[in-house]
């Protein structure tokens, strides 16, 4: 199969002068990716130190209680604790020693910062070394924050997995690391694919049990899956490894264009390449045209929520023809999102942060066909009457990579279709 | 420091936005850090509510703390003032920013804004949401009512209801109507749906409805001191309740009782033949306090039932029903820990647990059937139809309610005598609840059960002495329905514990099942 995407737009929104305005944020704190990492590493266990609204984000965030004994939880920090940190640090070991004692499964616990514990200071990397000390071999401890204070939403993975990759040991293998927490079905076809092209050996970052872990090093080639992991890029960086950039693997464009980014690096040639992606791409573009009948010439507005946002503007853009008002990130990392940049033609407004009176104002103002948000505004945005699409789902749903191109379309074209066949008028 | 899995409440602040979401009017300014807006969620979603909660969140981020986080606080109370133009603000701090020591309350104050603005000081490191809806309405009572003229008609406030309150929405016009037949008027309902400017003239009503002493009891208890205004004891949730709740509103606003009964059904339905199934069914209660206490006395006088134990998770109520445990010959169970709940719901196997959306997993996980009475809430405790749990037609929803759960009168007996039938069988389940039924196999029964009897004796190691089930005694357990099985293994093993036998046999089994027979 030869190129058929259309070209790349003469300017794209690289170099748009972004809109950063300073009010308040809508948005969910680093502690939520826990919902989701905890199901990926399955030896692993999330014990967030902090306070029972940390408890009551994480229970409401998961939706539905996941139940049985999840493996995440929450050490209540209360008066006492405040009181003395020598005290705290005390009290976090009894905790951690009768939960490990209770859960003999737990290979690796994380320690997640919170913002009451990032306020008082209590020093979980400092816990952290003394557990593991004290629980090695059985129980690696490890700590990262979660903090709304310093994390937004996806931000919490990136923390999470920016903290294993010190401890990751040396290695002068020549590999390829994936990078992000994606779900297992994702995962195997993105394997599936490399492999097929003959690159390997593959690594995953996060590895799903904490034996099945590899080295790092100067001849470690890695590609990130999702946008937000921006400190685990540096922190790859700093371990010497090399970054493949590429657009994001969301659409028949960014997977190709992803895939072609990495087999450029293992010298797969045209040929192998095009035999390997011409059936799932043709699939991918059938599958695609057709979830986006409904898309087509309608207009979108982004508000910032999941980091995915620009990746995502440019695959509605350029494979289901919409027209995107306002494209909103939480922060924008040009070193990982030039290359999706690039791709989105210039003309949305491109915001960075938020201050969500004044960008719900310039939503109602420009009434998109489409408005991308976060749970808090879906509701009250709809009844105003607007079509939304709540994006915490394009977080929790497999969208990556071909075969879940069209499901990807289908998460944007639903809302459009439903409000086209609800009809509560008399007959007459 | 306290390892918690699930909590029943959630922090402080959210109880006040219950109240500031219930309301029109009134604006909350909340020194908070980014992420905790999660709350917004619990209105728009759970509740489906159509607007945001009236809340601005300071979002403070870490590179503010080492500077002025004051003047955040500042900005973004006079921007919600002109934005929103509420009638009064209520101002506080989340748990991080209780930790920095701002003072919202203070710095609202040096604004000079043209309308109240009530400080709010929720200890979030000690209390939880209850505590903080009844604080944050006591406040904004306070605050804004004053003492007032009675009205010349005798009038009642309601008090208690909030957003995300269990069926408060439904409740309102329950109550509304009771008080309305015996001709009281409704004065002012608050917080939900009240705005600051009526909840000034709170003052004029004759004496208070208090609904849910959770959200409004020191409100109540204020207003009786400082207005002069009596309030209810009585939650009308049940028959019985609602007939003393009558009663007792009749002799506050020295008016004669009246209850129009006509589109009652529980008593009848209760004593038609096909509830007899329902007789002694063994219940175990948990929530919070105030509808623990009414259905229980529900469960026990009104559907029949065995109460075996209750409990709740709101510290403000334990005293009470500790007390009314007591009169049940039940222990009470005080905790917001829910594996705590899931043991002694273990323990006392009962037959029906009615609890929260908590108790529905933990009864899901044991096989136990569950009916919800109480927050916490989920987007199912929002249904579309009219479903009040107070009054006449409170009372008729709690029968359907509580019986759906269970497994319907004549098909307990058929599911008794068809046991071993392929298709009505234990693992059937209750034939009106929408899960694929499993077919047994036809000829397979026999042999299948000889595998599955336990190579072992089970070991019971609770009592002073181990008791075990001999093989043949296990099997025949097994032969009882599901739905008594687990209170027929539970009586023999206290009938074999109390004498001292260690080894239960088929004989034993009988005997137990002769002592206990009612």
């Known amino acids: 199969m030869t190129e058929q995407f259309s070209p790349p737009p003469s300017r794209g929104c690289s170099n748009t002068p972004v809109l950063k305005q300073r009010g308040q944020h809508e948005v969910f704190c680093g502690l939520t990716g826990i919902i989701w990492l905890h199901r990926k590493m399955q030896d692993a266990f999330f014990l967030v130190v902090g306070s029972r609204t940390c408890a009551h984000l994480l229970q409401s965030a998961a939706g539905v209680m996941i139940f049985a004994e999840p493996r995440f939880a929450t050490a209540i920090l209360e008066e006492t604790d405040l009181a003395g940190m020598a005290d705290a640090q005390q009290e976090l070991d009894r905790v951690v020693s009768s939960l490990l004692e209770r859960r003999p499964d737990i290979k690796q616990l994380f320690l997640v910062g919170s913002c009451p514990s990032e306020v008082i200071k209590l020093d979980l990397a400092k816990a952290a070394e003394r557990m593991s000390a004290q629980f090695a071999p059985n129980v690696r401890v490890l700590s990262y924050s979660g903090s709304g204070i310093e994390t937004t939403f ?28 994606l779900p297992d079905v994702v995962e195997e076809q993105a394997i599936g694919l490399l492999e097929a092209m003959g690159i390997g050996p593959i690594r995953v970052l996060p590895a799903s049990r904490v034996n099945d872990e590899y080295g790092i090093g100067g001849n470690t080639l890695y590609a990130l899956t999702q946008p937000f992991l921006t400190d685990t890029h540096e922190a790859l960086q700093r371990r010497g490894a090399n970054h493949i950039a590429a657009p994001f693997p969301f659409g028949e464009e960014g997977t ?17 390449f095009a035999e390997v992606t011409d059936a799932p791409r043709a699939r991918a573009r059938k599958a695609v045209s057709q979830a986006s009948e409904a898309l087509r010439g309608k207009s979108v507005f982004f508000f910032p929520d999941s980091q995915l946002e620009i990746p995502l503007a440019r695959f509605l853009t350029r494979e289901c023809g919409m027209e995107a008002i306002e494209v909103g990130a939480p922060f924008i990392h040009k070193a990982v999102m030039t290359p999706d940049l690039d791709l989105l033609a210039e003309g949305p407004v491109i915001a960075e942060g938020q201050d969500v009176d004044k960008q719900l104002d310039r939503c109602r103002a420009t009434a998109p066909d489409l408005t991308v948000c976060g749970l808090g505004l879906a509701n009250p945005l709809e009844a105003v009457g607007l079509t939304t699409k709540w994006a915490i789902e394009l977080v929790f749903t497999p969208v990556h990579f071909y075969e879940q191109a069209g499901d990807l379309a289908g998460l944007f074209s639903r809302p459009v279709r439903r409000r086209s066949l609800l009809n509560l008028e008399a007959a007459e | 420091m306290k390892l918690t899995v699930w909590t029943y409440e959630g922090p402080p602040h959210v109880g006040a936005m219950r109240v500031a979401t219930g309301m029109t009017g009134l604006h909350y300014v909340l020194h ?39 003047y955040l606080f500042k900005d973004a109370a006079i921007a919600a003032y002109e934005r929103f133009k509420p009638e009064a603000m209520i101002v506080g701090a989340s748990c991080t920013a209780e930790l920095i020591q701002d003072d919202p309350g203070g710095l609202a104050e040096t604004l000079g804004l043209p309308i109240p603005a ?62 309305m037949d015996m001709g009281i008027e409704v004065n002012v309902v608050a917080p939900m749906p009240a705005s600051p400017s009526e909840i000034a003239k709170m003052g004029q009503a004759h004496f208070n409805v208090l609904m849910y002493p959770e959200t409004a009891e020191t409100a109540a208890r204020y207003m009786e001191r400082e207005f002069g205004q009596p309030y209810t004891k009585t939650v009308p949730i049940g028959v019985g309740a609602t007939r003393d709740f009558v009663a007792e509103a009749a002799k506050l606003a020295s008016v004669e009782p009246v209850l129009d009964e006509s589109r009652l059904r529980l008593p009848w339905y209760s004593a038609s033949v096909d509830s007899t199934y329902l007789t002694g069914k063994r219940v175990f209660l948990f929530g919070d306090g105030t509808h623990v206490a009414a259905c229980a006395r529900i469960a026990r006088d009104e559907m029949g039932f065995e109460v075996v134990g209750m409990g709740c998770y709101n510290r403000e109520q334990a005293r009470m029903l500790r007390g009314l445990a007591k009169e049940y010959g039940v222990e009470a169970l005080i905790t917001d820990d829910y594996l705590e709940v899931e043991r002694r719901v273990e323990e006392l196997a009962p037959e029906l647990i009615l609890g929260t959306q908590m108790e529905r997993h933990i009864g899901k996980r044991l096989g136990i059937p569950c009916a919800v009475i109480s927050a916490p809430v989920h987007v199912q405790d929002f249904p579309a139809r009219y479903s009040p749990q107070m009054g006449i037609e409170g009372a008729n929803v709690i029968f359907d309610t509580w019986v759906h759960p269970l497994v319907m009168g004549l098909e307990e007996h058929l599911l008794t005598m068809f046991r071993e039938d392929f298709e009505f069988h234990d693992d059937a389940g209750a034939s009106h609840h929408g899960h694929k039924a499993k077919l047994r196999e036809i000829g397979l029964t026999e042999s299948k059960e000889k595998e599955t009897v336990l190579p072992e004796p089970a070991q019971m190691s609770s009592g002073p002495v181990e008791i075990v089930w001999l093989p043949t005694a296990e099997k025949e357990l097994k032969k009882i329905p599901f739905f008594v099985r687990g209170k027929a293994k539970r009586n023999t093993e206290t009938f074999a514990s109390e004498r001292g036998v260690q080894e239960i046999s088929v004989d034993t089994l009988y005997e137990a099942k002769a002592h206990y027979a009612r």
């Open chain 1, 154 to 181: 996806t931000q919490g993975e990136d923390a999470c997995l920016a903290a294993m990759v010190p401890v990751l040991p040396p290695t002068d293998a020549r590999e390829l690391l994936l990078v992000g927490a």
């Open chain 1, 256 to 272: 190709t264009q992803w895939l072609r980014a990495i087999a450029d690096q293992f010298g797969v040639s045209d040929a192998k």
């Open chain 2, 32 to 70: 908070a850090p980014q992420g905790d807006t999660y709350a917004d969620l619990l209105f728009t979603m759970i509740e489906r509510r159509n607007h945001r909660p009236p809340v601005t969140y300071t979002t403070f981020q870490a590179r503010d703390l080492g500077a002025d986080t004051a």
């Open chain 2, 118 to 179: 009530i400080p709010l000081e929720l200890p979030s490191y000690q209390r939880k949401e209850n505590f903080g809806a009844d604080e944050t309405f006591f406040q904004i009572v306070r605050h804004l009512a004053k003492p007032m003229e009675k009205t010349a008609r005798v009038t009642a406030n309601l008090i208690g209801p909030t957003g995300l309150g269990f069926r408060h929405r439904d409740d309102i016009v329950e109550v509304t109507g009771l008080l």
